[in-house]
C-alpha cells in the first residue's frame, strides 16, 4: 500500500508561498549534532505542489540517514546547553545532584534526579545518563 503523505505536517519541512517574489515550493532544513542541512524544492522545477512535496521529503529522509539522524517524526534534541555535554542530564551544584529531564510518549514532562552524596559524582553521572537513555528509548519506542 502507497504511503499517504499530508500536506500540512511533515516534520523538518516548510511550505513557502511568497507571491511577490513568485515563489512556491517546500523548505527542509535537517538539523543534527550542530548542522544544518537545508534545501528548496520548487514546485515549478519539480512539476507541482504535490510532486515537490515529495521531492522534499525523499531528500529529508535521504539526508537524514546519510548524517546518522534517527528517522522520526518526533522532536529530538542533539546539542546540550548544559556544562554536562548530556541532553537532558544537568549538574545543579546548590543541591549537588544531577538532575534528569524528559519529554514522554504523549509529551508530558518527566524529571528525577541522582544524588552526588549518596552515589558519588562519577556514579551519580553515570546513572543519571542511563535514566535519560531510557526514558528517551521508551518515548521514541526503540
Same mark, same amino acid.
Given at each position: 500500500?502507497?504511503?499517504?503523505?499530508?500536506?500540512?505536517?511533515?516534520?523538518?519541512?516548510?511550505r513557502?508561498?511568497?507571491?511577490?517574489?513568485? &515563489?512556491?515550493?517546500?523548505? =527542509?532544513? @535537517? *538539523? /543534527?549534532?550542530?548542522?544544518?542541512h537545508?534545501?528548496?524544492? +520548487?514546485?515549478?522545477?519539480?512539476?507541482?505542489?504535490?510532486?515537490?512535496?515529495?521531492?522534499?521529503?525523499?531528500?529529508?529522509?535521504?539526508?537524514?540517514?546519510?548524517?546518522?539522524?534517527?528517522?522520526?517524526?518526533?522532536?529530538?534534541?542533539?546539542?546540550?546547553? &548544559?556544562?554536562?555535554?548530556? =541532553?537532558? @542530564? *544537568? /549538574?545543579?551544584?546548590?543541591?549537588?545532584?544531577?538532575?534528569? +529531564?524528559?519529554?514522554?510518549?504523549?509529551?508530558?514532562?518527566?524529571?528525577?534526579s541522582?544524588?552526588?552524596?549518596?552515589?558519588?559524582?562519577?556514579?551519580?553521572?553515570?546513572?543519571?545518563?542511563?535514566?535519560?537513555?531510557?526514558?528517551?528509548?521508551?518515548?521514541?519506542?526503540?
Open positions: 500500500m502507497a504511503k499517504k503523505v499530508v500536506l500540512e505536517k511533515n516534520k523538518d519541512v516548510a513557502i508561498d511568497q507571491e511577490d517574489k513568485r &515563489t512556491h515550493g517546500w523548505y =527542509v532544513r @535537517v *538539523r /543534527f549534532q550542530g548542522t544544518t537545508s534545501k528548496f524544492f +520548487s514546485d515549478g522545477k519539480c512539476g507541482g505542489r504535490y510532486s515537490s512535496l515529495l521531492a522534499a521529503l525523499a531528500w529529508r529522509d535521504t539526508t537524514e540517514k546519510k548524517i546518522g539522524k534517527i528517522r522520526t517524526d518526533k522532536h529530538l534534541v542533539t546539542v546540550s546547553n &548544559t556544562t554536562t555535554g548530556v =541532553v537532558g @542530564v *544537568r /549538574f545543579n551544584e546548590k543541591l549537588n545532584r544531577y538532575e534528569v +529531564s524528559w519529554v514522554n510518549r504523549v509529551g508530558k514532562q518527566g524529571k528525577t541522582v544524588s552526588v552524596n549518596k552515589n558519588g559524582k562519577e556514579k551519580a553521572f553515570k546513572m543519571a545518563c542511563e535514566i535519560r537513555n531510557l526514558k528517551e528509548a521508551e518515548r521514541l519506542g526503540v
